[in-house]
């Protein structure tokens, strides 16, 4: 037994039981940003290029362990065009993380602050959501072609940050691998937060007996 301590007005409890709990991921997006993709790329840490739509929504479970427990992830797949919307909205229920993907390299359409809107609308207080840039790969360089939007997505972003519409934003390529370990540490923060055993970067190994940076 160990004894807790309040830290940023959190109880940290390091006896905390998990007791196998699974948390709910959901992956949603206008178009085909390469959700599928990232989630193989998260999940299984591989990568192809071929395209398989989603039919409806789909899911996968993701496990890992950290400080000597396991945890466990289902991360819901999505389809996203406008036909299959209120099926998968219908999926948001309970869901700790919504992640938003947009496809950096397009133009035409990259940040849809409306989609966001109804997003909101159908998730509880706690829910985070997370919007995402894939296919990074494509959009390295000073001289690359999509530079610009980039720079928009950037500032866009910022905007919703600041006006509490997304919690974090995050650039990733599924293909390379580019930024992969952040997001999956953020998802994996949010999980540890939650179970209160872990703050602020902070957590308690249980085997060594102390608190340790993450
Ligand atoms: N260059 C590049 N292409 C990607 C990346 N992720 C996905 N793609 C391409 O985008 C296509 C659509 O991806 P998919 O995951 O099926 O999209 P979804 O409809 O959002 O699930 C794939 O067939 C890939 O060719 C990436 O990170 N970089
Ligand atoms: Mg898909």
Same mark, same amino acid.
């Given at each position: ?43 299984? /840490? %591989?990568?192809? #290029? ?6 409806? *929504?789909?899911? $996968? +479970?993701?496990?890992? =362990? ?53 997003? /909101? %609308?159908?998730? #509880? ?6 919007? *995402?840039?894939? $296919? +990074?790969?494509?959009? =390295? ?68 007996? $102390?608190?340790?940076?993450?």
């Amino acid at each position: 037994m160990h004894e807790g301590f309040f830290l940023n007005n959190y109880y940290i409890d390091p006896d905390f039981n998990f007791n196998n709990k699974t948390l709910k991921i959901i992956f949603l997006s206008k178009g085909c940003p390469g959700k599928t993709c990232l989630i193989n790329r998260l999940v299984e /840490k %591989s990568y192809s #290029s071929q395209f398989v739509p989603t039919v409806g *929504v789909d899911f $996968k +479970i993701m496990k890992f =362990e950290f400080n000597h427990k396991k945890y466990k992830i289902a991360i819901y797949d999505t389809n996203g065009s406008d036909r299959f919307r209120n099926i998968v909205f219908s999926y948001l229920k309970g869901v700790k993380i919504a992640i938003y993907l947009i496809d950096l390299t397009n133009m035409e359409e990259a940040i849809d602050k409306q989609f966001i809107k109804e997003i /909101k %609308s159908k998730i #509880s207080k706690e829910t985070l959501i997370y919007l *995402v840039g894939n $296919k +990074i790969d494509l959009v =390295e360089g000073k001289n690359n072609e999509y530079r610009d939007n980039l720079i928009s997505c950037r500032e866009q972003a910022k905007l919703l940050i600041e006006n509490k519409e997304i919690n974090y934003y995050f650039e990733v390529s599924a293909k390379n691998n580019k930024g992969i370990d952040i997001l999956m540490k953020y998802i994996k923060w949010y999980i540890l937060r939650d179970e209160k055993c872990h703050i602020n970067n902070l957590y308690y190994d249980s085997k060594l007996g $102390k608190y340790m940076n993450m």
